[in-house]
């Protein structure tokens, strides 16, 4: 069976540093922070005060008060992007089959904001048990997908993946492995995360997982620095059409790349730390090479999960260089999280764009808020550190790790006909 092309015809970004994707690009080619003191809720009690918020959002702005009381913040933010993306792809939905189109949309933890809700709201009765009829609804991790198919009318395949922080990339391999095997003509593909609240912080707090760097918190997302002390809470979305190559071609859509494969694998090593010696990430980035029918040699950048955890970012490069060799220290890494903070589920959805972005523009984000080079990693490495740099990019990867040892990354390449 000869497999399908697969192309992108659609972005979507509804992010800490731009909610279009216009915007969300201009801001991390210039190294713009995402990071600020959070508004969601009181932070005087919490060890960490600061998180990359989506800056100035108001639902009545997108949705009227009945939707907004039908949707968690997560579901509001993945209807957002996912209709930007859906705009851009210009769709002329009278003809388009949609039996054969389908949605995927991630998160990693779905409708925290409205279980901590219910949760107080039952608490503090008298044990009657008095919950809101849309709770469970509004709850679900993968109520999202549901949103955006009745929204647009999709009847193709509609779900959510849900490992962790890689939940949103293997919701792009499962989209592009259903196109190229004939499932499918499109699928609008992401993910969306709204944790910045005070189960969502306190957790993470909990775990030493993210930064309590509270007197510089602006720069406290500092991938690869040896001052480095835990991930940047994010919140927001980043949506993707995936679409055949035929299907956009006769339709005359506008093509931003080509996704040519996909890569997964586990750690099996521990529940929430990467295996020391980066043995996931690299079957995870072979497995990719081999999918996309490439050698080392052939990419041009990876955007790294590069959280800015002490242990996260030196397995994840002895990994890339177990994987590439020399010619790790050639291509362009970098971490957008250093601007845009951890999205959690949607951080696959939304570094993926940034690679794609990368590809269409030959233009490489970087690495900001570094200062303090760390012995543990090797200083040859291209960290894109601080600036922005143009080069040719005409294949690109991106790489995401979740809790429970799941790893993911995505291939795409500059399109040609």
Not at 55 to 63: G, H, L, T, V
Not at 316 to 332: P, R, S, Y
Not at 337 to 343: A, D, F, R, V, Y
Request: proline fraction near 3%; charge should be negative.
């Amino acid at each position: 069976m000869e497999l399908k092309r697969v192309v992108v015809t659609g972005v979507g970004a509804f992010t800490p540093v731009g909610k279009d994707v216009a915007t969300f690009w201009d801001n991390l080619v210039n190294g713009v922070s995402g990071a600020d003191l959070i508004t969601h809720f009181d932070t005087s009690k919490f060890k960490t005060k600061f998180a990359c918020e989506v800056k100035n959002y108001d639902s009545k702005d997108y949705f009227d008060r009945k939707e907004s009381k039908m949707l968690d913040l997560y579901a509001q933010y993945a209807i957002i992007a996912a209709t930007q993306a859906v705009e851009d792809a210009k769709f002329d939905l009278e003809t388009l089959n949609l039996n054969k189109a389908g949605v995927i949309w991630s998160s990693g933890i779905g409708g925290i904001q409205t279980f901590l809700e219910e949760a107080r709201n039952f608490c503090a009765g008298d044990g009657t048990p008095r919950f809101s009829p849309f709770f469970i609804p509004k709850m679900i991790s993968d109520i999202a997908a549901g949103h955006i198919s009745i929204k647009y009318g999709f009847r193709g395949p509609n779900f959510g993946t849900v490992s962790a922080c890689a939940s949103s990339t293997h919701g792009l391999i499962d989209g592009f492995n259903y196109i190229r095997l004939g499932k499918a003509n499109t699928f609008v593909v992401g993910g969306s995360e709204a944790s910045i609240n005070e189960a969502g912080m306190g957790g993470f707090n909990a775990m030493r997982a993210i930064s309590t760097n509270n007197d510089e918190y602006k720069t406290a997302s500092r991938p690869f620095d040896a001052t480095r002390d835990g991930f940047v809470m994010g919140e927001g979305a980043g949506a993707i059409v995936l679409e055949e190559y035929e299907h956009a071609i006769a339709r005359g859509a506008t093509i931003y790349a080509e996704m040519i494969g996909g890569g997964m694998s586990a750690d099996a090593y521990h529940l929430t730390a990467p295996h020391p010696d980066g043995l996931g990430a690299k079957l995870v980035m072979e497995n990719a090479l081999e999918d996309a029918n490439l050698k080392p040699e052939d990419v041009d950048y990876i955007n790294v999960h590069g959280t800015a955890t002490p242990l996260g970012d030196v397995a994840e490069l002895k990994g890339i260089q177990e994987v590439f060799g020399d010619h790790a220290f050639k291509m362009n890494v970098s971490s957008t999280k250093s601007m845009t903070g951890h999205l959690l589920g949607a951080a696959g959805a939304v570094e993926a764009l940034a690679v794609i972005l990368s590809i269409k523009n030959d233009m490489i984000p970087p690495t900001i808020n570094h200062n303090t080079p760390d012995p543990n990693i090797d200083s040859r490495f291209n960290l894109t550190l601080n600036k922005a740099q143009k080069r040719v990019v005409n294949v690109g990867i991106s790489n995401t790790f979740g809790f429970g040892g799941h790893n993911a990354s995505v291939v795409f390449k500059k399109f040609e006909k």
